[in-house]
């Protein structure tokens, strides 16, 4: 039984920062790739950005390229989500899901995920 649980989620500021993460609970195969997605209420969940089992950044989507940064620690089957200058347009919960058969490419889609967390709030306001 695979299991992803979100943290760190929560109220913040404009420009704030603010760090969200993952843990991979049960048994996977040491080449997984993981990724964040978000959804705003009323809208698709969408693509945020993926890293490989390596900790490679495998790509970002173009509205939080260079403000969120994915980093991974493996021995401790965490993933994390830095992301820095929140905007209220970040407001969103946010999804981990876990690419148990990576293929190095598709990665931006949902349907590439085979396990997915059960997301973590993040709410942008002044």
């Known amino acids: 039984q695979v299991q992803l649980v979100e943290s760190g989620g929560g109220p913040v500021q404009p420009g704030d920062s603010l760090t969200v993460s993952c843990t991979v609970a049960g048994v996977l195969r040491d080449d997984y790739s993981m990724g964040w997605f978000r959804q705003a209420p009323g809208k698709e969940r969408e693509f945020v950005g993926a890293i490989s089992w390596a900790g490679r950044s495998l790509s970002y989507a173009d509205s939080v390229e260079g403000r969120f940064t994915i980093f991974r620690d493996n021995t401790k089957k965490m993933i994390h989500l830095q992301m820095n200058s929140l905007q209220p347009a970040d407001t969103a919960t946010y999804y981990c899901?876990?690419?148990?058969?990576?293929?190095?490419?598709?990665?931006?889609?949902?349907?590439?995920?085979?396990?997915w967390g059960h997301g973590t709030q993040v709410t942008v306001s002044s």
């Open positions: 899901g876990a690419d148990v058969n990576p293929t190095g490419q598709d990665y931006d889609l949902r349907s590439e995920y085979e396990y």
